[in-house]
């Protein structure tokens, strides 16, 4: 698109913005493929005035690519919808230097925007239940697992340890937590589990 016509939209009532990009990840040729086709489903929703890829570089045990690009928006609403849609790393207001918004139109923004982050905060407090679960349920089979594996014979940590595929000290806190529950016994630095009848 040529200046004058992207002078015309803005003064239409449009809004250029400059937004930045990024995705890290692996492998690399991934994320620079994965750019791509967020940039291609960008030109398709948005008009892009100017767009510039970086290639992937290395970030610590990832990759990172970015691109710059520039996106006339029909208004505020558009902004907000990209934001949350996208996720961008920034957004930049380049034109026009002043914006008048009207207040239905502000507080269409700004629902929308509350609406958003209550989605969001749902979302969290969901996986942050989920998580929950998991953690509770990882620790209930490691506990079992332990209880298992010494109710056979007598053993160290050193021993234990290959079995679990955990930190020695992790298993010693399990097997602490079993000995004040009853459920497990400690004589010469090895563990047995003792089996009620």
Excluded: W
């Amino acid at each position: 698109m040529k200046n004058q016509e992207i002078k015309e939209k803005i003064a239409e009532g449009h809004i250029l913005v400059r937004s930045i990009i990024e995705i890290v990840g692996k492998p690399k040729d991934h994320i620079e493929s994965a750019l791509k086709d967020y940039l291609k489903k960008l030109n398709e929703q948005y008009v892009v005035t100017n767009e510039h890829f970086e290639n992937a570089v290395p970030k610590e045990n990832f990759f990172s690519t970015f691109a710059e690009i520039e996106i006339l928006m029909k208004d505020t609403n558009d902004i907000l919808s990209f934001a949350f849609d996208y996720m961008p790393a920034s957004i930049e207001i380049l034109e026009p230097e002043n914006l008048v918004i009207k207040n239905n139109n502000m507080t269409g923004f700004i629902n929308d925007l509350l609406a958003r982050l209550h989605a969001l905060n749902t979302a969290h407090i969901a996986a942050k239940d989920n998580i929950r679960f998991y953690v509770k349920n990882t620790a209930v089979l490691l506990r079992n697992f332990l209880i298992v594996l010494i109710s056979s014979r007598p053993m160290d940590l050193k021993e234990i340890q290959p079995f679990m595929g955990v930190k020695e000290q992790d298993i010693k806190k399990v097997l602490d937590i079993l000995i004040k529950e009853g459920k497990v016994e400690k004589a010469n630095d090895k563990y047995k589990a003792i089996i009620k009848k």
